[in-house]
């Protein structure tokens, strides 16, 4: 199925949710918004892990995508911020984590709790999926809670 084309262009599929996309290739992160905005998604966008530190002290993501490699610059970082704000607010906080290394870098981040790894350059329809699919049960039941009702 190419949710892309057939499925996704559905305007709103991912309306509501909050994602923070972390990438230090400004066309990758590009892509991501663009694709992610389009679908209904509120996408925050940000090229350093210093940045999105920064954004996570006023913004609350359903979802963060963020690229594993830094030049200067530790995930942990920002993953334990993350670990934070969920402790605070009792909502996990799904993460699909990117890269352009085929070798090496899943072995690398063993503690690192992730969803989804996927590298690039990435298969849209999946990453859209998987995205949809992370954060499905919150969106549908804060926004259409009407489906939610049992017969």
Do not use: W
């Not at 359903?62 to 200067?72: D, K, P, Q, T």
């Amino acid at each position: 199925m190419n949710l892309i084309n057939d499925f996704c262009l559905t305007v709103g599929i991912l309306k509501g949710v909050q994602v923070l996309v972390v990438d230090n290739d400004r066309d990758s992160r590009d892509l991501y918004a663009f694709l992610l905005k389009d679908l209904g998604a509120n996408v925050i966008t940000a090229g350093s892990v210093k940045e999105a530190l920064e954004i996570l002290s006023s913004f609350t993501p359903n979802i963060l995508v963020c690229e594993i490699r830094f030049l200067g610059e530790s995930i942990y970082t920002l993953l334990n911020t993350l670990s934070a704000i969920e402790a605070d607010n009792g909502n996990h906080i799904p993460i699909i984590v990117t890269s352009t290394s085929t070798t090496g870098t899943h072995d690398q981040i063993p503690d690192v709790e992730f969803e989804e790894y996927l590298l690039k350059p990435l298969d849209l329809d999946k990453f859209v999926s998987i995205i949809r699919n992370q954060v499905q049960s919150d969106v549908v039941e804060k926004f259409f809670p009407e489906l939610l009702v049992l017969h």
